[in-house]
Structures are given as structure tokens and as C-alpha cells.
């Protein structure tokens, strides 16, 4: 409870309360707003704080399991703090712009992720030199505008498993591929928005910069302690298999010394018994007649 109140006190800071304006409000968000303030609609914090955290829960798991979340953002306000949230816990991003089929027409998209690695190889490894000086300028400033809209998705080797997006309104592009595709989504929906386009809501002020900065920072720090939990069993498992290999390879040691022990007691216990049926040698005496 201790700490809904302290999460809740730092929402209200960071102002994640302010709706839009009466006029602009979506009706459907109506279970999500609390009152009406100077023709400002005031969201239920108690409700955002509910969905902040079972969306928080869900990002756990999903990034526990090893599968990637996409951060989608392209409002001014929102870039900076979601692309360096992304970096943090190495999840891809698009807060340039999206570029529509990023989702549904992904292999044509891989297409000129690797062309932009393909010249930066080229810049980077002298192989370029050859080529004139204005060909050269031309293939970085082609790098520079393709890095530009896909350096958040070059280490994307197939589709997201979740996209989580700042404001569904103005993404919306994004939200309907998402949708088409099967992938899950989770949003902050301010009220003049429609909650129920997005499989998980976050009612929330989508605009100032505080508020989002304090909601996606809940989130990527949910995702990170999946992502340590998931590497926490990947070295439990390696060190129970390490263990597993000793005992094997002790067991078969010992199983050897046991073998060679038996060799040598079987050399130590001195002539092998005769075979059955087989004919007994004759000993010749030494000893001398008696008399002579």
C-alpha cells in the first residue's frame, strides 16, 4: 500500500493526471477520469497506477522469456527519453519516424537494414577508398538518413513480440500493423483517445514531458528485472549442468580405478587353475633313491 501511495505522489508530481480538454474527450474513456477542472478532464490516478502495474507485469514477462518490445514514440517531447530507454535494456525502437510496412512488409524493411550496415562496413573498413570522393559523400549521407529512421531496429532479426507506444492516437499506423499482425500492444491512452484499441491502457497524460519520462521509466525498469531474472535461471541451469558433468565424470573415474584394481587382483593371485579335461604335467623329483 506504502508503495501505490509513493508511485501515485510521484504521478501527481510529475503531473500524469492532466487530460486534454472537455471538448476533445473520448466517451469511452469516461471509467478513467476522475473529475472535471476547468474544462480539463482530471485522470483517476488510482486507475492509472492499477494499469501501470499490470502492465509493468506483462512487459516482465514477456521480456523474461527472451521475446523483443518494441518502443514507439515520434513525438518530439517523447524521443530522447524512450530511444534511451530502449538502449538501456537493448530493445529496438522508432522515434524518427515510422515508416509505414515497418511491421507488415518487415522482410523489404530488413532489405535496407542491411544495405545500411553494408555501406557502413564500407566507410569503415577502407573499402570505399577507391571510389570518388563524391560517391563517398553520397553513400554517408545515404547511411546518415537510413540510420536516421532504422538505427533503432538494426539488431531487429524478426518480428516483436509487443510494441509500446506513447500516445496510440498519434501512432497510429503503428497500432493498426500491430493489430493486423497479432502482436500485442500496450499504450498510454490519454482522454482523448480509445482505450480498448490497445490490449493493455495506461491512462495517462501523454503530452508533457515528465509524465511520460516517469511512466516508461516504471516500464523499462520492469523490463530489465525480467531480462536479470532470465539470466539469473540461464546460470543456474549452466551450473547445475556443470555439476551434473563432474558427477558423471567422477562416477567414471571411479568405475575406472575399480576396473584396475580388479585387473590387479587377478594378476596378484598367482597361476591361473587348470582347465577341465586338460592334461595335468608331470613333476620330475629331484630327490636321490635311498641305498645310493
Known amino acids: 500500500m506504502e508503495n501505490n501511495t509513493s508511485l501515485q505522489q510521484q504521478l501527481l508530481e510529475a503531473g500524469v493526471h492532466f487530460g486534454h480538454l472537455k471538448k476533445k474527450w473520448n466517451p469511452k474513456m469516461l471509467p ?3 473529475a472535471e477542472k476547468k474544462g480539463i478532464h482530471i485522470i483517476d490516478l488510482n486507475k492509472t497506477v492499477d494499469h501501470l502495474q499490470e502492465t509493468a507485469a506483462a512487459l516482465k514477462q514477456i521480456a523474461k522469456s527472451g521475446k523483443k518490445i518494441m518502443f514507439v514514440a515520434t513525438k518530439k517531447q517523447a524521443k530522447e527519453i524512450v530511444s534511451e530507454c530502449a538502449k538501456r535494456v537493448n530493445m529496438p525502437y522508432a522515434t524518427e519516424r515510422w515508416l509505414g510496412g515497418m511491421l507488415t512488409n518487415f522482410n523489404t524493411v530488413r532489405k535496407s537494414v542491411k544495405k545500411m550496415q553494408s ?14 570522393k563524391k560517391e563517398r559523400l553520397t553513400l554517408g549521407r545515404d547511411k546518415d538518413k537510413m540510420e536516421k529512421v532504422l538505427g533503432g531496429i538494426a539488431q531487429l532479426g524478426r518480428l516483436p513480440a509487443a510494441l509500446f507506444l506513447v500516445d496510440i ?3 497510429h499506423i503503428a497500432l493498426a500493423e500491430a493489430k493486423r499482425l497479432g502482436i500485442q500492444t500496450f499504450g498510454m491512452v490519454d482522454t482523448n483517445c480509445d482505450p480498448n484499441k490497445v490490449d493493455f491502457s495506461i491512462p495517462a ?3 508533457a514531458t515528465k509524465s511520460i519520462a516517469i511512466i516508461t521509466n ?3 525498469a520492469a523490463i530489465a528485472e525480467g531480462l536479470a531474472e532470465r539470466q539469473a535461471s540461464k546460470d543456474d541451469e549452466s551450473e547445475s549442468e556443470e555439476g551434473n558433468n563432474e558427477n558423471e565424470a567422477k562416477a567414471k573415474r571411479m568405475e575406472a580405478e575399480a576396473n584396475a584394481e580388479g585387473g590387479r587382483g587377478k594378476r596378484g593371485a598367482g597361476a591361473a587353475p587348470t582347465a577341465p579335461g586338460a592334461p595335468k604335467r608331470r613333476i620330475q623329483s629331484t630327490r636321490r633313491p635311498a641305498g645310493k
Open 119 to 132: 555501406i557502413e562496413k564500407m566507410l569503415n573498413d577502407g573499402s570505399a577508398e577507391s571510389l570518388t
Open 32 to 34: 478513467y477520469i476522475f
Open 205 to 207: 497524460n501523454d503530452d
Open 218 to 220: 516504471y516500464i523499462t
Open 169 to 171: 492516437g498519434h501512432e
